[in-house]
Structure formats: structure tokens, C-alpha cells
């Protein structure tokens, strides 16, 4: 028995060790301080020398970076301020004859310009890291100022390899079609492509250095990686290295400019070594904190099996489960010690198909099939397209299980691709996780011995648990921040009674009653024909909400003298005399238009008597709204920066609701129902902005006539202007039914959407075929 005790004590410092380890990894990527994050300014030109990382050897590589004194603000000190700092090894950046930097270990190359291609400055460098630094390091590397190095990973590749051999290391090339027979090449020679970077051994070095001067004068091209490989394979007799997944590991992205630039969940950047190009230094440092994020979930993922074995190692000695927290005394070398890590969550819980057995029959989750549809008996519509939610956690679940598949690819000698999902379930449990069945077709890819590529499936089932909740400060008031202790000591929930207390005292002028000057003046252009009753119930809410409480509003109608409806042009105006004279402070104003309606160039006759730096609420006379909408707008729209499009709530026919939910369903609380309306996804006619912007993005279309689309071509404008778009659900902005008329000379397009309109907004789905099954029988031919 004491035996046993031993070897779980022995697993169990081991589980503190690596645990601790962990926390010491988030410790440094999340609390570092403004002194450890600034820039060290050099004395002399010594590289920068890692003391950090690990105990090992750091003579492992030197890495030599090319670059530019245009550069050395942005891209150079980018790389130096990540990946650069992590080098097992030294970094030192090469620059032109005269180049001078205080905030990046330099070497001006004599007698070396910023030409482009750099023949000599790559080769140059090269001969300088060889007569300084040849018997310091076991390998050399030639690296731009655009690539992205993994320094982990490639210290893994190198203390594979034996340094003592002539290595020269990259990715293959021959050059493209365009250049072919044009590169004096053999067909049995090649160069390793300079963009992903090139990996020398010691060995290597010491051959080609001496020769420098040599190869610089018989160039052949002006492709610099061409001939640093002739001058390789000349004088030390290797060429690049001939294989499958070097193109994988030094992975060199065609899109140019744009390269990494959008979603990083791709299987490319979770493989590669060296990621190229990164041109610009902001999407350096994005692609440096996605890294970063997938290392910390690889350390999560490695305490969280840690876990797991010590539940194994527990449950087969016998022990029980120490849900409180505490170490089993025989297990700790103090008896008194306690550990967090000990509380068995649900994610510590080893995987299985039963693992969450459910306690009834009401409580089983039922699974949804995935084919080119997504097919469900939940819903009201049981075929139906994947939502964007599904479609990013199917791409995420598929990404982590070809990483698990192609873990060991390297010793077994093949890789296996991802083709395509043959079919799939899932399902969600609101309070465990989400499950997957994948049929997956796959390309099994063969390169050593026996080479093969063929096509093959698998099945994979997929658990992702939920985990617990965490608290993080994402960029938060200055006022905020300076109020949370800044010793690491006290306790997580005293610091978030700090973050709620301030918090309180900021939010505190939202609760005053009366008009706050200090906030930014909204004014309302509202559009208005006729429809003197729906006017009537828009100024009820108006003057709750803004004149009562004195908010920092104006009104500004924009009334059309509508010869059909003289009865409520002259309503209308009494009721914004009488509201004038009843809040003296109200701020309201009329501009009347003798002219055909059209929404578009009515809401252009408000903007044009308001100042460019006045912010705009463009509204309908059918919405809704609270003091909540306008905390909202005022927050969420920035001039120069951001334009704020609510997603508002739209009411459903309510002669249709009176039905089924009877006459006071107007007053139920819960008025955000998918029986009662539906989001307005595609609208866009509530719209909040500053004149400045509406200006720079032309405006309306004012040829566009009669019903709609105004607001869909404006939305378009400020997609591709490069503003910033707000696009999110206001619960309290609520469009409240009207008819529908649709005019039958309007255009196809307006016409369509006119209709769709007017078919959406009669009621819901379930509504409609409870209307169909009920009375039915009314609609039915008579059989005789």
C-alpha cells in the first residue's frame, strides 16, 4: 500500500507542477507590466539573448532578419516585440550601410544598400553571423521582416535534426511556370524560397561563407533565394530539402497583401513553422495573440488530461471524490494543503457516449441531422440552412480532430487531409456542451515507403464541454482600471466588488432625473404622411420618454401637406403646438413639404437643416422606444469612426393576435416573443449618425420613389465607406403593425420586397398553420 501512495504522490506533484507552470504562462501574457512591455534601447550591437523561456541551451540558432530603415518603426520592431522575443536563441535585424535604430538590435552592413532584390545584403549577413558568430549557435537562419516564426515549434524541429550534418532547410522551389528554364536550373536542382525563411546548419555555413564574394559575382538572376541556393549547392553540396512537408511547415500564403488579414482558424496557420507574408505590423501582432491563444488552450488541455488521470488513478486505487477542494491527506506532504484544482467539474469528467445519462425522458436532447441542410423536428421549419454559429463550431470541432489525426503524422509518415462532411448530428445541451457524429471523407496521403493518395472515411464523435465563467478586463475605463488592486493577493472577488463599485459611481448619471447637457444632443428627422392617429400614439411616447424626463432630444418632423388627409396635416399640427406649449423646453419643429411622399428625400430635407457635427436618429412614426434606445445610440455611434444600424422588433398583424392571445396581449411583459413579431434582420431604415458621416457617404438616393429600399442602397454605401457598422437587436426599439399597401407601379425589385414585407409581418409560423388547422374547413371546396 505505501508503494501505491508513492506513485499517486508522485503523480500528483507532477499534476502541481505543470499546473503550476500554466499559471505561470498566463501570469506573464496577462499581467505584464509597462516596463516589461517597452522597448529596451541597445547600447552597442549585442542580439538579443533570451533569459527566460527555459533552462536548455540557448546557443540553439541565431536568426538573422532582413530589413529596412522604412521598416524599422513598424514591421522590424513588430517582429522584435514578438516572435523575436522568444527566440531559443539570438535575433539580430541586418540593415543598409548607415542605418541607425534605438529600438532593435542592429548591424549596418558596410557597403550594402536597400536595393531590391537583396543579393548582397543576404549574403552579407550571412558572412557576418558566420565571422561572429560560427561557434556560438548550432544553426542560422535568413529571415525577412514579413514572415511570422513559431519559435516553440521550430526549436522542436531542430532538436530533431543533427546539426552536425550539412542541412539547408525551407521550402522547396523551381520557380513558376513564367520562369521556367529562365532560372539556370537542372531538373534535378532547386532553392529553398525566401519569403518562409531558410534554416542553415552550422556545417552549411562554415562552407558557403568563405565563398561569399565569389558567388555575389556570378549571378545568374535577380532572384535573390535562386541564388543563395546555387551558392549553396556549389560549395557545400546540398540542396534545399526535397520534401512534402516542408510547404506545410514553411507555409508562404498567395494572397499577398491581404495574406492573413481574415479568419485565423485555418488548418494552414495551426501547422506551419514560419508564416509569410505579414506585411503589415498590426496583423503581426493579431496573428502573435491568435498563437498565443491556441499555446494557452494547449496548456488548458494538458492540465485538464492531468486532471483526468488523477480521477482515473483515484477511482482504480479506490479513493472517493473529494468534492470540497481537499487533498486526501495520505496524498499531500502537508496535511493542512488544499488545492482548487482539486473540484471535479463537469469537464474533468472523461469522455463518453453516457456521460450525461439524463434523469428522464423529458430531459434527453434530440439530435439535429446536417446534410447540405440542416433537418430538425424543434423547429417549425424542419429543413432549413446552417446558422453562423453552427457552421464556425463545425469549422472549429473539424480543425481540432485533424490535428488529433495527424498528431504522429510525421513518424508514420503520412499526412490526412480533410475533404468534406459526408453527413453529421448534433445537438446542444444548454448546461453540458455540444456533441457531433461525423462522417467524414478524407484524403490519406502516403509519402514515405509504399507512396499512396487515396480517399477514405472515418467517423469521429465529438464532445466540447462548457467551461466555467471567467472574468476578464477588456479594455476598460482608465477610472476602472486604477480602481482595482493592483496586488495580485487580494482575492478575484474582492477585485470584481472594486470593478461593481466603481462601475456604480460611473453609471450613476444614467439614474439622475433631468436633462444631462453633457450628453450628445440627438435629434430625431422623422418623415411624416398623413396617419395623424399612429402620430398621435408616436408623441405619447416621445413625450414619456424625452420630455418628461428632459432628455437631450429634438424633434424634427418633416410633415408632407398631403391633399388626401387635410384633416390630419391640421391635427398634426395642433398636437405639436400644444406639446410646444406644454413643455416650453421640448425643442420640437415642423418643415412642411408640398410634395409626393418618398422616405428617402424627406429624411434628406431634416438633414439639411441640422450643423455637420450633429448627431442624427433617422426613425418612423410606427416605432417604439425607451430612454434605454437612446443610451444605445449615443454609445454606439462615433463620428468618423462608427454607424449604428438596431436590429429593432417588429410586431406581427395584432387582429391576428387578439385571436390567440386575446385583447390585453399589448400588455404582457414578455412582448419579445417570436408569436408576437420577428427581428427585422434585413431592415435597415432606423439608422443613427452624424451629419459629417452622412455627408462623406453621399447620402440618399434621392431618384428612388415610393415604398422602400432607400435604406438598403445607403446601407450598402456605408458597408464598402470602411466605417465602422454597430449591427445588434435593441429589445426596446419595437415596430408596431401597420398595412401594407403595395403599389403596383413600383419597380420589380421594390415590388418584391414590398410583398415580402407585407407576407412577413401577418404573423408567425406557428400562428398561421394554427389559423390553417383551425378553420380550414372554411376553405375547403364542398364535396357533394
Known amino acids: 500500500m505505501a508503494k501505491v501512495k508513492n506513485i499517486v504522490r508522485l503523480l500528483w506533484g507532477v499534476f502541481l507542477g505543470n499546473t503550476f507552470c500554466f499559471m505561470i504562462l498566463l501570469n506573464h501574457t496577462t499581467t505584464t507590466t509597462k516596463n516589461e512591455c517597452s522597448t529596451p534601447r541597445h547600447q552597442g550591437l549585442q542580439p538579443r539573448r533570451l533569459t527566460w523561456s527555459s533552462n536548455r541551451d540557448m546557443n540553439l540558432i541565431m536568426v538573422g532578419v532582413m530589413t529596412a530603415p522604412k521598416y524599422f518603426n513598424t514591421r522590424a520592431k513588430a517582429v522584435y516585440n514578438t516572435w523575436g522575443r522568444e527566440v531559443p536563441g539570438d535575433i539580430m535585424f541586418y540593415s543598409s550601410e548607415g542605418s541607425r535604430s534605438l529600438d532593435i538590435p542592429l548591424i549596418a552592413l558596410k557597403d ?343 480517399p477514405v472515411r472515418r467517423h469521429a464523435y465529438i464532445q466540447q464541454t462548457f467551461t466555467g465563467l471567467y472574468i476578464r478586463d477588456v479594455e476598460a475605463d482608465s477610472s476602472i482600471q486604477e480602481s482595482v488592486p493592483n496586488d495580485v493577493s487580494v482575492p478575484v472577488h474582492k477585485q470584481l466588488q472594486h470593478v461593481l463599485l466603481n462601475l456604480h459611481k460611473n453609471l450613476q448619471p444614467f439614474f439622475k432625473f433631468g436633462r444631462n447637457e453633457e450628453e450628445k444632443l440627438i435629434h430625431f428627422i422623422l418623415p411624416l404622411s398623413g396617419r395623424f392617429d399612429v402620430f398621435k400614439r408616436f408623441m405619447q411616447v416621445y413625450e414619456k420618454t424625452c420630455l418628461v424626463r428632459q432628455e437631450n432630444t429634438q424633434l424634427n418632423i418633416i410633415l408632407y401637406e398631403n391633399p388626401e388627409t387635410p384633416g390630419d396635416v391640421e391635427s398634426t399640427k395642433n398636437l405639436v403646438q400644444e406639446m410646444g406649449n406644454k413643455y416650453y423646453y421640448g425643442r420640437i419643429s415642423v418643415t412642411f413639404i408640398k410634395e409626393k411622399f418618398s422616405r428617402g428625400p424627406a429624411l434628406h430635407f431634416g438633414v439639411n437643416n441640422l450643423q455637420e457635427q450633429d448627431l442624427m436618429l433617422f426613425i418612423d412614426v410606427d416605432m417604439v422606444f425607451n430612454e434605454d434606445t437612446l443610451a444605445r445610440i449615443r454609445k454606439n455611434t462615433v463620428a468618423n469612426k462608427s454607424v449604428y444600424f438596431p436590429i429593432v422588433f417588429s410586431l406581427y398583424n395584432p387582429n391576428i393576435l387578439k385571436v390567440f392571445r386575446g385583447e390585453n396581449w399589448w400588455d404582457n411583459q414578455d412582448i419579445i416573443h417570436e408569436n408576437h413579431g420577428f427581428w427585422r434582420q434585413f431592415g435597415f431604415g432606423i439608422v443613427s449618425l452624424y451629419k459629417s458621416d452622412y455627408l462623406k457617404l453621399g447620402g440618399f438616393n434621392l431618384l428612388i420613389s415610393g415604398w422602400g429600399f432607400e435604406d438598403v442602397t445607403f446601407y450598402d454605401k456605408a458597408i464598402k465607406s470602411g466605417l465602422h457598422i454597430v449591427r445588434s437587436t435593441d429589445p426596446n426599439l419595437i415596430h408596431v403593425y401597420h398595412a401594407i399597401h403595395c403599389d403596383p407601379d413600383l419597380d420589380n425589385t421594390q415590388r418584391q420586397m414590398c410583398l415580402g414585407t407585407e407576407a412577413s409581418t401577418l404573423g408567425s409560423l406557428q400562428t398561421l398553420q394554427r389559423i390553417y388547422s383551425d378553420y380550414s374547413h372554411l376553405f375547403e371546396p364542398s364535396v357533394r
Open 112 to 454: 550594402v544598400d536597400d536595393s531590391y532584390p537583396p543579393q548582397k545584403k543576404s549574403l552579407m549577413m550571412l558572412k557576418h553571423m558566420h565571422d561572429n558568430y560560427i561557434n556560438k549557435y548550432e544553426w542560422f537562419m535568413r529571415a525577412d521582416d514579413d514572415v511570422y516564426v513559431r519559435p516553440d515549434r521550430l526549436e522542436e524541429l531542430l532538436r530533431s535534426v543533427d546539426s552536425r550534418k550539412t542541412w539547408f532547410i525551407g521550402q522547396t522551389g523551381r520557380g513558376n511556370s513564367e520562369e521556367f528554364g529562365l532560372l539556370s536550373l537542372d531538373s534535378d536542382e532547386n532553392f529553398c524560397m525566401g519569403g518562409p525563411g531558410v534554416i542553415f546548419s552550422r556545417e552549411t555555413l562554415k562552407r558557403v561563407a568563405p565563398f561569399v564574394e565569389d558567388c555575389l559575382r556570378h549571378l545568374y538572376t535577380t532572384h535573390e533565394d535562386v541564388e543563395l541556393g546555387r551558392c549553396v549547392r556549389r560549395f557545400a553540396g546540398v540542396s534545399c530539402t526535397w520534401s512534402y512537408q516542408m510547404q506545410v511547415i514553411f507555409y508562404h500564403n498567395q494572397s499577398g497583401n491581404s495574406a492573413f488579414t481574415g479568419d485565423l482558424k485555418q488548418k494552414e496557420i495551426h501547422q506551419a513553422i514560419t508564416l509569410h507574408p505579414v506585411k503589415h505590423s498590426e496583423h503581426l501582432y493579431r496573428l502573435h495573440n491568435y498563437l498565443k491563444g491556441l499555446k494557452i488552450q494547449k496548456n488548458q488541455h494538458d492540465v485538464l488530461n492531468l486532471q483526468r488521470d488523477l480521477l482515473y488513478s483515484m477511482a482504480a486505487l479506490g479513493f472517493e471524490d473529494h468534492s470540497d477542494g481537499e487533498i486526501p491527506s495520505m496524498l499531500s506532504p502537508h496535511a493542512e494543503q488544499k488545492n482548487s484544482f482539486w473540484n471535479r467539474t463537469d469537464i474533468e469528467i472523461p469522455a463518453s457516449i453516457r456521460r450525461h445519462p439524463p434523469e428522464s425522458l423529458e430531459n434527453l436532447s434530440e439530435w439535429e441531422f446536417l446534410s447540405n441542410s440542416l433537418y430538425s423536428t424543434s423547429d417549425l421549419n424542419p429543413r432549413r440552412r446552417y446558422g453562423t454559429s453552427l457552421k464556425e463550431g463545425l469549422n472549429d470541432a473539424i480543425v481540432e480532430v485533424m490535428e488529433l489525426i495527424n498528431h504522429y503524422s510525421k513518424q508514420r509518415g503520412r499526412l490526412i487531409e480533410f475533404k468534406e462532411i459526408m453527413y453529421a448530428y448534433w445537438r446542444m445541451n444548454p448546461i453540458y456542451g455540444v456533441e457531433y457524429v461525423l462522417d467524414l471523407l478524407l484524403v490519406y496521403r502516403k509519402y514515405r515507403g509504399h507512396k499512396m493518395t487515396i
